[in-house]
């Protein structure tokens, strides 16, 4: 594939990879295949392992490739690919999806039709097809906390009262406005992104996108899902731990409670929010779930490692450390 890169994209699209080549390469021949109007491609490759950046730059030339020396994670490497995107538009994919149906054409259309929003998403699907229902999210409140200390968000998954957050209930087969729209496929106005200085690299692993959306929120954004545009996502692909996962998950969501719930609600939200492992604990064990039990059981044992969230660090330099091929 060969880009042009004299002709001005109109959106560019930022790919970020770890040890996931084959998933990687799928996901870049989608775009190529599905795409139409003008885009460039920008992949940052943390560092993998197993000859990511070279197959990327055998089979890609035309892609603007920073294959980094370290792993920077997600948040630093999106907000160093951000630096060198020329688009209007900036579309976050995950390197684990597939493109269906013209879907970058579709959701910067979607953009123009809808400009108030300022973040837009799709629907996204798991491989066999059916709904993968991780898109978006609703922020967490402390009626969310309560309902998942309880349970209830899991005994009820499909009522939007008791699983608020995951919008219970709601296939994504309508436009909407929702709070958070999920990383593996977000779009947002180059100029919205300089504006909010790109992820909080403070999130370390998960919550970027969550805190970047209420950000944007809180300036008048009000983003949009379109059930239009559709794209696989596999999900996960690179996380092979599941209680190392949950802690992370766990440090963001902290994370997120001090950043923005109301001062008065914040000690009381990182309580409800820190019965989580435990009931999921309690539950495990009443169902005879000895795999979840031991994985729950240790997120609690090593509890002292999510209680603090992530801690803040400064923005620092986003200049590539890599070499850059285009």
Not at 22 to 30: E, F, G, I, P, Q
Not at 142 to 163: D, T
Not at 165 to 182: H, L, N
Request: glycine share 8%; proline share 5%.
């Amino acid at each position: 594939m060969t880009l042009d890169f004299e002709r001005a994209p109109k959106v560019s699209v930022v790919v970020v990879s770890y040890n996931t080549r084959k998933m990687t390469l799928d996901c870049l021949r989608s775009i190529a295949a599905q795409t139409s109007l003008p885009h460039e491609i920008v992949v940052v490759d943390n560092a993998s392992g197993d000859g990511s950046a070279e197959a990327i730059a055998a089979e890609f030339p035309g892609v603007r490739l920073l294959a980094e020396r370290a792993n920077h994670g997600f948040a630093l490497a999106n907000n160093i690919a951000a630096q060198v995107c020329r688009g209007d538009y900036i579309l976050l994919l995950n390197p684990d999806t597939v493109v269906l149906g013209h879907a970058i054409d579709r959701l910067v259309a979607f953009a123009e039709a809808r400009p108030d929003a300022m973040i837009w998403g799709g629907r996204t699907l798991f491989g066999d097809g059916s709904l993968n229902t991780t898109n978006c999210w609703r922020r967490m409140t402390l009626w969310s906390l309560v309902s998942q200390a309880a349970g209830l968000n899991s005994i009820f998954r499909n009522s939007a009262v008791f699983n608020p957050e995951a919008y219970g209930g709601w296939p994504r087969d309508s436009e909407r406005e929702v709070d958070i729209v999920t990383g593996c496929l977000l779009l947002i106005e180059r100029c919205t992104w300089q504006l909010l200085e790109g992820f909080d690299p403070t999130y370390v692993m998960y919550g970027e996108e969550a805190d970047l959306c209420l950000r944007a929120r809180a300036l008048g954004a009000r983003p949009r899902i379109s059930p239009e545009v559709e794209v696989i996502h596999y999900k996960g692909a690179s996380e092979k731990i599941r209680a190392d996962k949950l802690i992370r998950l766990m440090r963001a969501k902290i994370s997120l409670i001090d950043a923005h719930f109301p001062p008065a609600s914040r000690s009381l939200g990182r309580f409800l929010f820190g019965l989580w492992p435990l009931s999921r604990n309690v539950f495990a064990t009443l169902l005879g779930r000895h795999e979840a039990r031991a994985t729950w059981s240790e997120v609690w044992r090593r509890r002292s490692e999510w209680r603090g969230g992530w801690a803040p660090v400064a923005r620092p330099a986003v200049a590539p450390s890599s070499r850059s091929t285009a």
